[in-house]
């Protein structure tokens, strides 16, 4: 397995179950984010991990909830969401979340649709 | 206004025509990416530049740093560059993404 992997591809979730999404990067990077893509949005950064410390949140609500328990792995649980949530979900990593400009390698993303 | 903003919003093209999709952004950045996503919703980096021209087969970007703009063009277009073309800038740590370009290009 290469790249960065994410599961499941497709989701579909009433309000009140709890699900949780999954990514992999098998790259060596030390940065893993979470972003969310709704239709005719821009790409919206939700959470960065750099060296598995959070280090930004983007005014994400709780319902939301990362962790990170390694360098290759990064999760999204997800509670109590609303039909608003239903997005697109990607998640990318790469080498390091400093200031110099390293390239991002994402992966394939889950749809996510919220009944 | 978007800080980053892309035109056309949607091309459609005949296989072999030269494409053009242009990127305006509206801050101070440290590099610029340029990204593929297909209908599947996976995103791949196509380029990521700071200053001039780069090439990779039929791809080409170029930046003007002064002009705070930047072009993908596509030469000998074929359907399977049929995608959505997004710009991002990086800003301090931040990426910000434009809306893309969605290209459709017709045997």
């Known amino acids: 397995e290469t790249g960065v992997t994410q599961t499941p591809r497709h989701l579909v979730m009433g309000m009140t179950n709890k699900k949780s999404l999954k990514c992999e990067q098998h790259l060596g990077h030390n940065a893993m984010y979470w972003y969310k893509q709704s239709a005719k949005k821009p790409l919206e950064l939700m959470f960065v991990?750099?060296?598995?410390?959070?280090?930004e949140n983007n005014s994400v609500p709780s319902r939301f909830s990362p962790e990170c328990p390694n360098s290759s792995h990064l999760f999204l649980h997800l509670h109590t969401l609303q039909p608003e949530d239903s997005a697109l979900y990607l998640c990318a990593s790469s080498q390091a979340e400093t200031l110099v400009s390293y390239e991002q390698y994402f992966g394939p993303g889950t749809r996510l649709t919220v009944t | 206004k978007n800080e980053v903003e892309q035109s056309p919003q949607n091309l459609t093209a005949q296989e072999g025509e030269f494409i053009t999709i242009n990127c305006s952004y509206s801050v101070g950045i440290s590099a610029l990416h340029w990204l593929q996503q297909h209908p599947g919703g996976g995103i791949v980096s196509l380029f990521m530049l700071s200053s001039g021209k780069k090439k990779h087969g039929r791809l080409i970007a170029t930046i003007n740093i002064q002009e705070k703009h930047s072009s993908l063009h596509i030469t000998a277009s074929h359907p399977r560059d049929s995608a959505v073309y997004i710009c991002a800038v990086r800003n301090t740590d931040k990426l910000i993404f434009g809306t893309g370009t969605r290209l459709q290009v017709f045997p």
């Open positions: 991990y750099n060296f598995k410390e959070q280090t």
